[in-house]
């Protein structure tokens, strides 16, 4: 089945730290690739939309100066939380889909700012 | 705006029972519907995704249904064991497709 590698699974960083997750289809070209934020026994939180090439679409409320999206290729994107805070400590899961196909998430990535 | 609504109290059976969870959404009826395992600390891993001109969708043990008059999925694991203890989501295509949202998922304890 279709395989998303999250990279790493865990950080714990000083704040004002910059943070890079990378996320890559592995088995798959993904035409778009998704970064949620998901908070403990709630669903998860849809950040931005991303597609190879092109500017990510942000939703409203999350700060793409803040969160910083890269879909260099069509299997990996990268999230970088710039300058991170406490606050910004969350569970952050990509996914990466086809056209017309399910998402595949990968594993997620626990980030948390001391 | 679009809901997914699912019941945010645990659910506890007897392994070899039926569980059967409710994935209820506002708005319009999407062109399918989507269900996802979630184990803590993991990503969500598809199931199943079940068509609005499909009442129904099976997979093993799993079950699918999809009533767009009354706007409700209901998600069906039959003889349950307790490896099917997870947090299982629900998740709803938005217009034009590609964009989904989730519901914050029912917990299912299945006790040996």
């Known amino acids: 089945g279709a395989v998303v590698s999250q990279h790493p699974s865990r950080v714990i960083c000083k704040s004002g730290t910059s943070v890079k997750i990378e996320c890559r289809s592995l088995?798959?070209?993904?035409?778009?690739m998704f970064w949620y934020r998901q908070f403990p026994k709630q669903s998860l939180m849809l950040m931005a939309t991303?597609?190879?090439?092109?500017?990510?679409?942000?939703e409203q409320g999350v700060e793409k100066d803040k969160f910083l999206i890269n879909h260099a290729s069509l299997t990996l994107s990268t999230l970088t939380v710039t300058s991170a805070h406490p606050e910004d400590s969350s569970f952050y899961i990509c996914s990466a889909m086809q056209e017309n196909q399910p998402q595949h998430f990968g594993d997620g990535t626990r980030l948390s700012i001391l | 705006s679009q809901k997914i609504e699912q019941n945010s109290e645990a659910l506890n059976i007897q392994e070899g029972k039926t569980a059967t969870l409710t994935c209820n959404y506002t708005?319009?009826?999407?062109?399918?519907l989507q269900w996802y395992r979630q184990d803590p600390g993991r990503g969500p891993v598809f199931l199943l995704l079940?068509?609005?001109?499909?009442k129904e969708k099976r997979k093993e043990r799993l079950k699918v249904t999809f009533d767009t008059t009354l706007k409700q999925s209901l998600f069906h694991i039959t003889a349950s064991q307790p490896a099917d203890s997870a947090t299982y989501l629900c998740?709803?295509?938005?217009?034009?497709?590609?964009?989904?949202?989730f519901g914050a998922g029912t917990r299912l304890f299945v006790k040996a």
């Open positions: 708005n319009y009826s999407p062109a399918y």
């Open positions: 088995d798959f070209q993904a035409t778009t």
């Open positions: 998740a709803k295509a938005l217009a034009g497709g590609f964009k989904t949202i």
């Open positions: 991303s597609n190879e090439g092109s500017k990510a679409t942000y």
């Open positions: 079940i068509r609005e001109n499909e």
